[in-house]
């Protein structure tokens, strides 16, 4: 059964940072697209990052580039997001969906191009 876990979520000062992990079961994390969406309350669930299957590329969102980064572990089947310099605006659960193929411009990448995704893990920024 392939499954996704997401944990590190958390409360964090402005400017502070967080890192978020994916902890994929039943599949290898190197062998599909993984991203990662956020939903705030009241709002659509937008795709934030996905990081590419051999290369290991990755696209991010216009509202998080130069803040966010994704890395990927093989060995631990692990996906992370590496967020820095959080703003009051990025509050919000933190999806990371499995089992696309399409890693490219984050304006064309949709939810239900994703058929795996966990329970997420809310994100807070506030002083």
């Known amino acids: 059964q392939l499954q996704l876990a997401e944990s590190g979520g958390g409360l964090v000062q402005p400017g502070g940072s967080l890192r978020l992990s994916c902890a994929a079961s039943?599949?290898?994390?190197?062998?599909?697209?993984i991203g990662w969406f956020r939903q705030a309350p009241g709002k659509e669930r937008e795709a934030v990052s996905c990081?590419?299957?051999?290369?290991?590329?990755?696209n991010f969102a216009d509202s998080v580039k130069g803040r966010f980064s994704v890395s990927r572990d093989d060995a631990e089947n692990t996906v992370y997001l590496q967020m820095n310099m959080l703003v009051p605006e990025d509050p919000a659960v933190f999806f990371c969906?499995?089992?696309?193929?399409?890693?490219?411009?984050?304006?064309?990448?949709?939810?239900?191009?994703?058929?795996?995704w966990g329970q997420g893990t809310q994100v807070t920024v506030s002083s």
């Open positions: 990081i590419g299957t051999t290369d290991g590329r990755t």
């Open positions: 039943g599949f290898k994390v190197g062998n599909y697209v």
């Open positions: 969906p499995g089992g696309s193929t399409f890693c490219g411009a984050l304006v064309a990448i949709r939810s239900n191009q994703y058929p795996y």
